[in-house]
């Protein structure tokens, strides 16, 4: 069972233009979410979270918008820069229970166009 | 330089012939755990650790395991591997802020078991 789903395995994006990369989730558990980043040979590394008290997070290109009754979660990178080009994973965490285990969504393939 | 190290990077080995996946974190964390990734399936949790000498299994701890003797080392035990171990293996630990948290990953042991 799919706790944490990234429907889309790619996307491709025009350098300069948005980037939406979309995540659902189905336990109403999680209140933490983050999202990461992986580059070939390497492990991923974390770009922004936000947890279940706020909508909105905002980190320079990055920005994470939370729907919790719809139960998605949405990454937006603008503007798209060809180093953006990488697996992103969506995760979440149910950390008000103090547990820090992350379930991981199955990853959205990015590639940004020149 | 703050990071999470495993060895080795790659590993082809035969089936039950033990081996140990090292990982060592320099930022004294307590929270550490190991994932696997599959293709179509994203990082699912093998064990984790809150503590050292406190251990527990994560999603998939069937043929693996695990110990925490001092805080920073949680290596990954295959006591008799077999092929449906062969994996990318990823090793991470948890900084914890006052309202946040986020996992550094390792980068990655590639196993594979003939």
């Known amino acids: 069972d799919q706790q944490v789903k990234q429907n889309s395995p790619s996307l491709s994006v025009q350098e300069g233009r948005i980037s939406i990369l979309n995540c659902d989730y189905t336990?109403?558990?999680?209140?933490?979410f983050l999202w990461y980043k992986k580059y070939p040979a390497e492990g991923p590394t974390f770009l922004i979270s936000?947890?279940?008290?706020?909508d909105k997070n905002e980190d320079g290109r990055f920005t994470v918008f939370l729907n919790k009754s719809a139960k998605h979660l949405s990454l937006h990178i603008v503007p798209s820069q060809p180093g953006d080009s990488a697996v992103y994973f969506c995760?979440?965490?149910?950390?008000?229970?103090?547990?820090?285990?992350?379930?991981f969504g199955t990853g959205t393939r990015l590639t940004i166009i020149p | 330089e703050a990071q999470v190290t495993q060895n080795p990077r790659y590993l082809i080995t035969v089936t039950g012939k033990k081996l140990t996946v090292t990982c060592s974190q320099n930022?004294?964390?307590?929270?550490m755990s190991w994932y696997r990734q599959d293709p179509g399936l994203g990082l699912r949790q093998i064990y984790y650790?809150?503590?050292?000498?406190?251990?527990d299994k994560g999603d998939v701890p069937e043929g693996y395991k695990v110990s925490r003797k001092e805080k920073r080392n949680f290596p990954l035990i295959l006591e008799s591997p077999s092929p449906n171990q062969t994996s990318l293996y990823f090793c991470?630990?948890?900084?914890?802020?006052?309202?946040?948290?986020?996992?550094?990953f390792g980068p990655g042991t590639r196993l594979t078991v003939t």
């Open positions: 930022m004294n964390h307590e929270y």
């Open positions: 936000i947890s279940s008290i706020k």
């Open positions: 991470a630990s948890t900084h914890r802020g006052a309202s946040s948290y986020e996992q550094y």
């Open positions: 336990n109403s558990m999680f209140d933490y």
């Open positions: 650790s809150m503590n050292v000498e406190v251990t």
């Open positions: 995760a979440a965490s149910a950390s008000r229970f103090g547990n820090e285990k992350l379930t």
